[in-house]
């Protein structure tokens, strides 16, 4: 079992996303996290779904969402050079003792403080899995009250240039 | 020319060159009814929509064109979703028409509204909800492309009430353009030569047939690549008729009942050419064990087809016509240089030695009727020349097993997903078809009571379709693994209790016969198969008869419970 972020391409038609989670749904893929966003092109949606399996599993799924009609283009991220982000939103208790350290954790990770109340700061960060998984793991100690996650984007990676 | 969205969808049919669909009215549609009588299509009036949409499946597989169906919205709609789905599984063009509430009120709990392009999305290749007389030529232009083009199967065309009312200039496009459909067709001409390749070197080559052949249209070339490479063939239940059913080479159906010739040659072959057939698990039996000595090439359409089931070492994604033909192309020229028939001469000595020492076979006996014998009298009695529908149990097996077919498109049967109920209507379908043919439903007397209602349809449609049930007062084939498998606990599956099926016919109009001895079932059938109207034969058979041979669930192909 392993995750494989899939990058799929698909037309914006009425519909369109509940056949592409109802073939997951339908088949008994797991989907660990989707996401959805119009593209440059008119009537075009991109979505970066991240799902679980071995991989004839994911064998099958990347057949069976170029076999839907609406769908343009499939591409498993996985094997490809790319980038992937998530922004995460976290709620964590921060009386006045703890605020200082939190703050500085804020500060080494490079993420935001974008709201703060008496007794709780809310935190964005935007960053590939490891880096929000790390962020996450030193937080937990001051307790997070809530957390929301976009799952990932993703997009291959340009051709580099050797400098 | 300005025309409603009603009567766009007719003239779009007879564009398409829709000559006739099977349909049931209502509120939603009542629109598309006021124009039926102006269009050059002919509409059949079901009983239930499930008819409706059999029969629309039916005609599809006896014709190879797309089948039609239209119902109201609502309960209409749900009636056809058993249809849809056993279209779905057997990959059959469809294409199905259904009215919705108007759209102001769609997504309002309206009377009669049912979100059908959800509930459909599971089992249709496609589906539309037209939320705009512009898109609607259009649309269907493409519903009927997408039913038959790449894997065929059924595509539903949602139709607002307010949507048929609009009024726009019609023109109907002349091709489809859509840049995310693109059904791989043509194949790759070096795993064509890598096939030729492994079937030169093969020894035991076996190939094994599916309904791709025969959806595909390639029963020739599938008969010439067997007969002049002298590789024997074993086909899936929905493949029967692409290769002849009475050619020595053929070995039956393979799989839980298939012939102990078919399944001992899938365990020995070291090549296995499988052609539009998906390795369905009624098929493989347990999947570690099948075909364990082979490579493996896989002809399908479909690429999802292709190492879902079983691990594949050649995949060749095709349509099947074009690539037996590309193989045809490939291997005629060594005809004369290359003695196929020597080469795989012991192979098919052993193959056909398996067929002789385990034919299909019963004990057969005067005191009671068996329903193998049935069978075998209706093919002797039609000599192959019959289209057979039937419906789902010991019924469709023993339909499958007893009787030749050796013309595609011959055998109309559930096989995907097993709907009993299936077969009376889609038999009612194909004779629409067909009218001059003899068109015969082999049913069981649990599955004939599915959708028995268009007894009326084909009685006022002058269809005279025959219905031989083989009636063993019981759901046999439920019973049978109840008898092999749960002791004899025989919960639920007697049917003794059941209408006079001779009364029933005739109370609708039709003639009905009983047979209760077996020196009358052949003089029974041939003046049944006489009548020129439909016709219900019940047939009183042995109650406990078992098909065999059987692999049980979950078991190798070759530890088969025989006769
Ligand atoms: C709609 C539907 N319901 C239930 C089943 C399960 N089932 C498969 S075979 C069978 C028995 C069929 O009985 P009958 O039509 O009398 O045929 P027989 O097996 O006796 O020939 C049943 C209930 C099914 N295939 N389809």
Redesign the interface.
């Known amino acids: 079992m392993s995750k494989h972020t899939l990058s799929v391409m698909v037309e914006n038609e009425p519909g369109v996303l509940s056949r592409v989670a109802g073939l997951f749904s339908g088949r008994g893929f797991n989907i660990y996290s989707l996401n959805v966003g119009p593209t440059l092109e008119k009537g075009v949606s991109l979505m970066t779904i991240v799902a679980e399996g071995d991989d004839s599993i994911v064998e099958q799924i990347v057949k069976q969402l170029r076999k839907l009609v609406p769908t343009i283009k499939v591409k498993d991220l996985t094997e490809l050079s790319s980038v992937e982000r998530e922004m995460v939103l976290l709620k964590v208790n921060a009386e006045d003792s703890k605020r200082a350290e939190i703050l500085r954790i804020v500060d080494i990770f490079r993420c935001k403080v974008v709201d703060v109340s008496p007794d709780e700061v809310t935190i964005e960060i935007t960053g590939d899995q490891g880096k929000i998984n790390a962020l996450i793991n030193l937080l937990t100690r001051f307790g997070i009250k809530e957390i929301a996650r976009t799952g990932n984007v993703a997009l291959r990676r340009s051709m580099q240039l050797d400098l | 020319m300005k025309l409603t969205g009603a009567q766009i969808l007719l003239k779009c049919l007879e564009e398409e060159g829709v000559d006739v669909m099977f349909g049931f009215p209502g509120g939603a549609v009542i629109d598309i009814y006021d124009e039926i009588p102006k269009s050059s299509v002919e509409h059949i009036l079901v009983r239930h929509e499930q008819g409706a949409i059999h029969a629309a499946d039916g005609y599809a597989r006896a014709t190879g064109k797309v089948g039609v169906c239209l119902v109201t919205s609502g309960p209409g709609a749900t009636n056809t979703v058993t249809g849809i789905a056993t279209a779905y599984a057997d990959s059959i063009p469809v294409v199905i028409f259904t009215g919705q509430v108007p759209r102001p009120l769609i997504g309002n709990d309206a009377f009669q509204e049912v979100d059908i ?2 509930i459909t ?2 089992c249709t ?2 589906n539309y ?1 037209v ?1 705009d007389i512009e898109d609607l030529a259009g649309t269907i232009k493409q519903a009927f492309y ?1 039913a038959r083009s790449g894997r065929p199967g059924p595509v539903l065309v949602d139709l607002p009430k307010d949507v048929q009312n609009q009024i726009t200039e019609f023109s109907y496009p002349d091709k489809v353009e ?4 693109k059904p791989t067709k043509k194949p790759h001409i070096g795993q064509i030569r890598k096939v030729v390749k492994l079937l030169k070197q093969a020894k035991k080559p076996l190939i094994y047939s599916g309904g791709g052949v025969i959806t595909s249209g390639s029963h020739e070339e599938l008969t010439w690549l067997g007969q002049k490479l002298s590789i024997p063939v074993t086909s899936t239940l929905m493949g029967l008729g692409a290769f002849p059913g009475d050619d020595e080479l053929f070995l039956g159906m393979l799989g839980m009942h298939g012939t102990y010739a078919a399944n001992m040659a899938v365990n020995n072959c070291d090549l296995l050419l499988a052609v539009g057939a998906r390795f369905d698990d009624r098929v493989t039996g347990k999947i570690d064990t099948f075909a364990p000595n082979a490579t493996i090439v896989h002809i399908d359409v ?3 087809s292709i ?2 089931n079983v ?1 594949v070492h050649v995949p060749l994604v095709a349509d099947c016509k074009s690539a037996l033909a590309a193989l045809k192309k490939e291997t005629k020229g060594t005809l004369d240089e290359y003695d196929w028939a020597s080469d795989h001469g012991d192979w098919v000595k052993q193959v056909q030695e398996w067929s002789n020492t385990h034919p299909l076979t019963y004990k057969d006996d005067d005191k009671t009727i068996k329903p193998q014998y049935v069978v075998e009298k209706i093919y002797e009695i039609t000599k192959g020349d019959a289209i057979i529908a039937t419906e789902v149990g010991q019924n469709q097996m023993w339909a499958a097993q007893f009787y030749k077919y050796t013309k595609p498109n011959t055998l109309l049967t559930s096989g995907g997903l097993g709907t009993m109920g299936y077969g009376f209507p889609a038999a009612m379908g194909a004779q629409k078809a067909f009218p001059d043919k003899l068109v015969i439903d082999i049913a069981g007397d649990g599955s004939i009571q599915m959708c028995i209602q268009e007894m009326m349809t084909v009685v006022c449609n002058k269809l005279p379709v025959k219905i031989v049930i083989l009636n063993n007062g019981y759901l046999g084939m439920v019973r049978q693994w109840q008898e092999l498998f749960y002791e004899k606990n025989y919960c639920a599956t007697c049917m003794d209790a059941q209408p006079d099926f001779v009364k029933l016919a005739e109370a609708y109009g039709a003639a009905g016969f009983r047979v209760t001895e077996k020196k009358d079932v052949e003089s029974t059938l041939r003046e049944a198969f006489a009548v020129d109207k439909p016709v219900i034969v019940d047939i009183r058979v042995e109650r406990e008869e078992n098909v065999y041979p059987m692999v049980p669930a979950g078991a190798s192909l070759t530890e088969m419970l025989l006769v």
Do not use: A, N
């Open positions: 392009v959800g999305r599971p290749k496609h909800l939320q997408l859509m840049r995310s459909y479909d690429p999802t190492q879902k691990s």
